[in-house]
Structure formats: structure tokens, C-alpha cells
């Protein structure tokens, strides 16, 4: 087919649209963080900001003196991510051997070891249950149910449930929309969960709870979650 030609100012229009969403906007916050960080640093000790191997190396070792090791090695992922448009080189200068040893060095002399919260159990579960549950249960009670049985038996992550705090961070692409919801059986159901951290194209994916899996919750089927889904915010805020 012909196809009519743009403008040079239409192309790069476009082309600053296409790469400002390349990068998710919690990531653009995080890696302006990390710049911030860095150019503080260069401020505070006189050096200059254009990017050498001296530099990134003594930030490093700077900056793992105040936080984790491999904290700093995020936050040089965010700090090239910020000066490549403007020095081409800094991601080379990363990976100088000057840089990464002295990032490996400093993960050894100032690692720490992991630590991770208790993970939840089935105990847990029923725990919540038979503290929110019930034919006298709330919304938000049903809502924390549901959260809590969907994201532990569908192996989700908790960004994927909630909505963030910060508003530069919502995005509506990432939303599980109701209109996505199946009930296959009177114990089962499914959604379109439409991006997660390892889906960078927003392709979605399927997540399904097996029956066994919810009837051997016991009381808790999928009546719960139905319940909510159901449920309609904007009548129930006209009640309260």
C-alpha cells in the first residue's frame, strides 16, 4: 500500500513518544533517583558530571559505604540509563574494569545477607478467613480476601493487585479489568492479568485457580471473589 510520508517534525515527534515508553514511569522515577544521587555526589566532592571510570568508581565505593552493595549496582543501572542520551559512552565507561571491581570488591567487604519476610501459609490463610469472613463481611473485608487468596494461589506479586499511592505511577494498561473475569465452574475462575515485570510488551497472560486448590481452602470457594467483583464501589459509597 502507499503510505503518505511524514514531516521531519512529525517523525521525531513520534520517535520521542516511542522512547519516552520504553521505560515504565516507576522505573523513570527510580532511575531520576539514581541520577539525583549522582549528581550530588559530583557537586559535593568538585568532580565534573561527564562520566569516567574514576568517577563511577569512587561513587561506588561512596555510596556502598551508606547503602547496600547491590543497591549501587541499580542505581548505575539508572545512572547510565539517564546519561546515555548525553555521553554515548557512559554505558562502556559501566563496565570498565576500574568500575566493576571495585563493585565487586565492595560486595564483598560490605555485603549483607538477604533478609525476606516469613512467608505465608495456609494456617495464614484460614487465619484471614475466619477473622474477615462471613455473611457480615464489609467490603474492603472481602477485598482483602480476595487479594490475599488470589495473589497467594495465582503466584502473584502484590503490585499487581493494588494500585500505587503515587499517581505518576498508575497506569491503567497494567489494570485487571473486571470485563477480563471467567467463571468456568461454581469453584474456579479466571482473569486477564495484562502486564507483569517480565512482560515488557504487554502481551497479558491468563491466571486460573484450579478447583482442587480452592476447595481445599475449605469454605472459601470462589464466592468470595465473585462476591467482590460483583460488587459495584460506587452504589455501596452511595450507602455509607
Known amino acids: 500500500p502507499i503510505r ?3 514531516t521531519l517534525e512529525k517523525l521525531r515527534q513520534e ?17 531520576n533517583s539514581h541520577l539525583q544521587s549522582y549528581l550530588t555526589f559530583c557537586k559535593s566532592h568538585n568532580f565534573p558530571v561527564q562520566p569516567t571510570p574514576d568517577t563511577l568508581s569512587f561513587y561506588t565505593v561512596y555510596m556502598c559505604h ?11 543501572s539508572g545512572i547510565c540509563s539517564s546519561l546515555e542520551p548525553y555521553y554515548p559512552e557512559v554505558r ?3 563496565k570498565h574494569p576500574l568500575v566493576s571491581r571495585t563493585l565487586t570488591g565492595m560486595k564483598k567487604l560490605r555485603g549483607t545477607a538477604a533478609h525476606r519476610k516469613s512467608p505465608l501459609t495456609d494456617p495464614h490463610l484460614r487465619t484471614f478467613l475466619s477473622r474477615y469472613g462471613g ?12 487479594i490475599i487468596f488470589v495473589g497467594f494461589h495465582g503466584l502473584m506479586r502484590l503490585g499487581e493487585l493494588t494500585w500505587p499511592d503515587r499517581r505518576e505511577t498508575r ?13 468456568p ?23 486460573r485457580l484450579h478447583p482442587n486448590i480452592l476447595v481445599a ?7 468470595a471473589f465473585q462476591i467482590y467483583i460483583r460488587k459495584n464501589p460506587v452504589l455501596l459509597h452511595s450507602l455509607i
Open 4 to 6: 503518505a510520508p511524514w
Open 15 to 31: 520517535r520521542a513518544i516511542a522512547i519516552g515508553a520504553a521505560l515504565d514511569h516507576s522505573s523513570v522515577k527510580a532511575y
Open 66 to 76: 551508606h547503602i547496600k552493595p547491590t543497591s549501587v549496582d541499580s542505581y548505575l
Open 92 to 94: 562502556k565507561l559501566r
Open 135 to 146: 455473611d457480615n463481611a464489609s467490603h474492603d473485608d472481602i477485598l482483602f480476601l480476595a
Open 171 to 183: 497506569s491503567w494498561r497494567k489494570v485487571i479489568m473486571r470485563r477480563s473475569v471467567r467463571f
Open 185 to 207: 465452574s461454581p469453584t474456579a475462575f479466571s482473569f486477564l492479568l495484562p502486564y507483569h515485570k517480565a512482560d515488557r510488551l504487554y502481551q497479558g497472560n491468563m491466571r
Open 217 to 223: 481452602m475449605g469454605r472459601w470457594a470462589s464466592s
